[in-house]
């Protein structure tokens, strides 16, 4: 059972537009989410996170909206940049002794 | 402050063989977890360690086993090692238990079973 799905294996979006990357889960007892971008050969690193308190949280070119009814969070890129072109895991877990859940992973690429 | 390092970078084994996968987090991060990657399945979560005890396991076989020392340094050992478990093995530290957490991944072990 995936309790954590991203839908879309793949996006292609134009230079300088937005890039939407989407996520739905299961468990309701989720309390924070989280992305995270990997390059080739390289390990995830951390993009930004959010509470299940908040319904948006925003750094610099990225944003996460969580819709807790809809069971779904969402990563905004603005502008989208050649060096955004990675695959993007969505993660989830209950707070600190929890497991984290990756979903399968989007991978983004960024069209000149 | 150095990041996750992860060693052997690259390991080729034959079905039947056993293997052991070395991390070592980040100074003063107490938990390392390991997941699996496989292509089309994303990250599959197997254990995490916080000061030395296992916290948390994934749904994966008992072939599948981990320790922590004190020092936080995390192995991974698998045995009689299938053609499926080729993957890339991935650990990641944080400062406190995972969930909630942010972690902090290192580049992984790449694994052919031949």
């Known amino acids: 059972d995936q309790q954590v799905k991203q839908n879309s294996p793949s996006l292609s979006v134009q230079e300088g537009r937005i890039s939407i990357l989407n996520c739905d889960y299961t468990n309701s007892m989720f309390d924070y989410f989280l992305w995270y971008k990997k390059y080739p050969a390289e390990g995830p690193t951390f993009l930004i996170s959010?509470?299940?308190?908040?319904d948006k949280n925003e750094d610099g070119r990225f944003t996460v909206f969580l819709n807790k009814s809809a069971k779904h969070l969402s990563l905004h890129i603005v502008p989208s940049q050649p060096g955004d072109s990675a695959v993007y895991f969505c993660a989830a877990s209950g707070i600190r002794d929890d497991k984290i859940i990756f979903g399968k992973g989007t991978r983004l690429h960024i069209l000149p | 402050k150095a990041g996750v390092t992860q060693t052997p970078r690259y390991l080729i084994k034959t079905r039947g063989q056993q293997v052991t996968l070395s991390c070592s987090p980040i100074?003063?991060?107490?938990?390392v977890s390991w997941y699996q990657q496989t292509p089309g399945q994303g990250l599959q979560f197997l254990f995490e360690y916080f000061s030395e005890t296992q916290r948390n396991k994934g749904n994966f076989p008992g072939r599948f086993s981990g320790r922590q020392f004190s020092n936080s340094r995390s192995e991974m050992n698998v045995s009689t090692l299938e053609l499926g478990d080729s993957a890339l093995y991935l650990c990641a530290s944080s400062g406190d238990l995972a969930g909630g957490n942010e972690q902090f991944f290192g580049p992984g072990t790449r694994l052919t079973v031949l």
């Open positions: 959010i509470s299940s308190i908040k």
């Open positions: 100074s003063g991060h107490r938990s």
